[in-house]
């Protein structure tokens, strides 16, 4: 008898044991995802101007607040439902700006501004944008005449882009002694980038490039190293895609996955 009564209390104090972890446990997580959030690269960098809050109730994350245009909103999203413990996101955040009507030039000029903001190798900040229906004007300064050319090849590539006037002025002064360059910089600065920031800025940038828009893509990213799956119309956008995602911030190497679809045969 006392064997068996020995039994039950034993039981019924694991089981309040297991009832007493289960929220502390939840809780926890909950603050993690909260900080993970607000400590992001994309939330330190790109979104450090607006006023987002984040609350997270057993892995259901809801933003609220107020940001300065739909991209961060979309972005802040992104980065969320990607860290880890994240069951959904529900995104309430309002647009405290008014986004420019779709096709004008001031709208042009927002979608060719935030994707150099991606890239590592050329430079948005240096760079002013200007829009005449659908021309697209470049100046400002590039460190050297590739990253003139690539930031050409970026802007052509943006949805709505008709054509690209690139009048940037490139510079030819000397490197002082171990000065270091564009490129080492940014290596320098990889090691601080969280995996979330890395895969909502791929996720992004194939979404704003007119060659990879449509593309049907997976993104994975671990310590850096990124993982593409889905599909490619053909060998050509699987290796742009590689060729966009690698000029990301943070992203050390890309593994490319994509399988291309086969073209049907025509018959006549």
């Known amino acids: 008898m006392k064997k068996t009564l020995y039994c039950l209390a034993l039981l019924v104090t694991v089981a309040a044991l297991v009832l007493i972890n289960v929220p502390v446990f939840a809780s926890e997580t909950d603050d993690r995802i909260e900080s993970s959030a607000k400590q992001s690269y994309v939330f330190k960098t790109y979104l450090k101007g607006d006023d987002i809050r984040i609350h997270s109730k057993d892995g259901v994350v809801t933003l609220t607040g107020t940001v300065s245009e739909e991209s961060h909103k979309s972005l802040a999203r992104e980065t969320v439902v990607n860290l880890p413990g994240v069951k959904s996101v529900e995104n309430k955040i309002e647009v405290k700006n008014e986004a420019p009507a779709e096709d004008t030039d001031a709208w042009l000029i927002n979608k060719v501004k935030f994707t150099l903001f991606f890239h590592r190798n050329v430079s948005a900040t240096a760079t002013e944008i200007f829009a005449k229906d659908g021309i697209v004007t470049l100046r400002g300064e590039a460190s050297n005449q590739a990253q003139k050319d690539l930031t050409t090849e970026y802007a052509k590539d943006i949805d709505g882009v008709k054509k690209v006037k690139n009048e940037m ?5 000397a490197m002082k002694p171990g000065e270091k360059t564009m490129g080492e910089k940014m290596d320098t600065m990889i090691e601080s980038i969280d995996d979330a920031s890395i895969t909502a800025l791929v996720k992004t940038t194939l979404l704003y490039h ?22 490619a119309m053909n060998a050509a ?9 690698s000029d990301v911030y943070g992203v050390k ?11 049907e045969s025509k018959t006549n």
């Open 210 to 231: 007119r060659s990879t828009s449509a593309l049907n893509t997976t993104v994975e990213t671990e310590k850096g190293v990124v993982k593409l799956g889905g599909k």
């Open 237 to 245: 956008e699987k290796d742009l895609a590689a060729k966009l995602v």
């Open 253 to 263: 190497s890309v593994v490319n996955n994509m399988t291309v679809e086969k073209a």
């Open 169 to 173: 002025t490139v510079l030819t002064a």
